[in-house]
């Protein structure tokens, strides 16, 4: 309090917020600044000036906190996934200003109108392509308004389904996405299995041109009939013959496969 008696939160007389003024205040014991839009329209973002020793963010990043530190947030999984904000401006190499809501207009290359996702390929990134992949995460974040800015929601994000209908057609060697099905057309194909998916999930192989491998990766094991395959990357099932089929259901999440059915001579070590 001053010796006028004016509190730190009252204005002396009354105050009406102009393009690029910055209103900084306490929340929970954290400084949070509250931007004004260069719009007509005033509007508010929630920015909390963060520090993290040689964080090596860029403007534009999207972070989330693993329990230790900020990091680069990604849609591959629902764990990296988990946004906390944007960075709407870089302080030094020890500070940056960490939006969680709201509009900012530092960024460039936005189409207006457009609908940015989380990207699941690139950490950090924001992309006008929904992710698609199953197991991924579909995340909308940000609305843009301008060719520099626009407005940061961060929405619930959703599991991308499995789609036990979808079909590629494949020669070479492959790792197997969780809910996808293969057909071989030419080449002995080597499958490995996802390292992610969930209970449920099924996946299809059918040799129609060539033959087939499956291989595991650490800690997974495939059930065929009362038999199992040697646990980890030890591993495998094979088929024989041009024509040999298979169709495997994940019973333990990321770990365990069933044979659900077979068509052919299908051997397992």
């Given amino acids: 309090m001053s010796a006028s008696g004016i509190e730190f939160s ?20 954290l400084n949070y600044q509250f931007n004004y839009s260069a719009s ?60 969680t809501s709201g509009y900012f207009n530092t960024l460039s290359g936005l189409v207006p109108g457009s609908v940015y996702f989380l990207s699941d390929s690139t950490a950090g ?6 992710p698609s992949t199953p197991n991924h995460i579909s995340k909308p974040l940000l609305i843009a308004t301008s060719n520099t800015g626009g407005f940061f929601f961060n929405w619930r994000g959703k599991i991308v389904p499995s789609s036990s209908g979808s079909w590629q057609t494949v020669s070479t060697a492959t790792q197997m996405v969780s809910g996808v099905n293969y057909i071989v057309n030419g080449g002995t194909v ?34 065929f009939g009362v038999f199992h395959t040697t646990l980890g990357t030890g591993g495998s099932l094979t088929s024989t013959l041009m024509g040999d089929c298979i169709r495997l259901l994940c019973t333990v999440a990321n770990t365990n496969w069933l044979v659900l059915s077979e068509t052919g001579n299908i051997t397992y070590v």
């Fill in 40 to 99: 007509s329209s005033t509007s508010t973002a929630v920015v909390n000036l963060v520090f993290q020793a040689s964080h090596g963010f860029i403007v534009g990043n999207i972070v989330y906190f693993n329990g230790t530190q900020y990091v680069l947030a990604k849609a591959d999984t629902a764990a990296d996934a988990e946004v906390i904000g944007v960075v709407s401006s870089v302080v030094d190499n020890n500070y940056f200003n960490l939006l």
């Fill in 190 to 223: 080597a499958f490995t299995l996802p390292t992610t998916a969930a209970i449920g999930d099924i996946m299809e192989i059918a040799g129609y041109n060539n033959t087939w491998s499956v291989a595991q990766n650490a800690g997974q094991e495939i059930q």
């Fill in 125 to 130: 990134a924001l992309s006008t392509t929904e």
């Fill in 10 to 29: 009252q204005f002396n007389g009354p105050v009406v917020p102009t393009t690029g003024d910055i209103i900084v205040g306490l929340r929970n014991g």
